[in-house]
């Protein structure tokens, strides 16, 4: 029996019988006078539980303030190592929240899994520490305008918002839009939604997002199968546009490692005889799409399509013209 079977089988015992002697508990837990005394120290002490020890009677009981039976143990439980893995997981969120927006949040939630790890603040942070997330080029957006956004998504209720588009003619637009998923990609939001100016499913950086308020009316409900058809088939956050096809060559030393990754979900791929690894993907827009193939310089032949190797020459002539 684990140390939270035994917490409920010690509320159980209390619940069914008002009052369980000492002896009694140790019977039926099978463990030792320690152990139950700091299983009943951690249920008063971190858990709230108002158990006290009754003198007259030589056991255990709830008190005044149990209040009818008004108190529950937690209704979630984990055993320690997916503890561990819940306190990995806040570091690993630490790392994407760069405002703290999400965070302060749920910190409250993260406070009671510590405590039912049975550890310290200062145990926490440090098993936090183990785990370091390396990022560069974030984009920082208006905490207000985050958690206005979420709770839309949530709600599933529309929004009205004022925003600055950074490419083609840019400038700034007021729209009503029905709010559908956030996108996480390269530490940037983006709230994939309906635009009810445009009458089509948008993708919207929260960076150029400047004011956001939310709506009484309900948001347009839209299939996830369509929002992914329309929205996921680009490379990497590019989406809309007509579909094209590249194929890539790797050479041999980089193909050790790239042949490891996925760069689209709907790539195909196979390793050539003389050890190059050549990649077919969707994309609609090269911008991110060129920009990988950047950091391949050297080592990548662009096959296809003409437009795509074109567009790849002449980034590298003006990277070589600026040295």
Known sequence: ??????????????????????????????????????????????????????????????????????????????????????????????????????????????DKITGM?????????????RVKLIGTARRRIASDSFETVGSAVVKRRRLQIRYR?????????????????????????YLDAFCHQSQGLRRFALDGIEAATLLDSEAQAVALDALEAELDRGYGIFAGG????????????????????????????????????????PYVDDTELLMDLLRHAGQVEVVAPVALREAFAARLRQAASAL
Request: glycine letters at 8%.
């Open 242 to 281: 007509t579909p094209r096809e590249a194929e890539l060559l790797f050479s041999p030393e980089a193909a050790a490692w790239v042949s490891r990754e996925e760069w689209h979900p709907a790539q195909r791929s196979e390793f050539l005889p003389d050890g190059r690894w050549r990649l077919h993907l």
């Open 1 to 110: 029996m684990d140390r939270t079977e035994r917490f409920y089988k010690i509320e159980m015992l209390i619940r069914a019988e008002g009052c369980v002697s000492f002896a009694k508990l140790i019977e039926a837990l099978e463990v030792s006078p320690a152990t139950l005394k700091r299983d009943l120290a951690y249920l008063r002490e971190r858990l709230d539980a108002p158990i006290e020890y009754d003198a007259a009677d030589n056991g255990y009981r709830f008190g005044q303030q149990w209040r009818g039976g008004k108190h529950e143990l937690p209704g979630v439980w984990f055993n320690e190592a997916e503890l561990h893995a819940l306190l990995t997981m806040q570091q690993m969120l630490a790392g994407l929240d760069e405002q703290g927006v999400v965070g302060r949040h749920l910190q409250p939630m993260f």
């Open 117 to 129: 790890l049975g550890v310290d603040q200062g145990e926490a942070q440090e098993l936090r520490r």
């Open 165 to 189: 588009k950074k490419t083609g003619a840019g400038g700034i637009s007021e729209r009503e839009v029905s709010p559908q998923r956030l996108v996480h990609h390269r530490h940037a939001w």
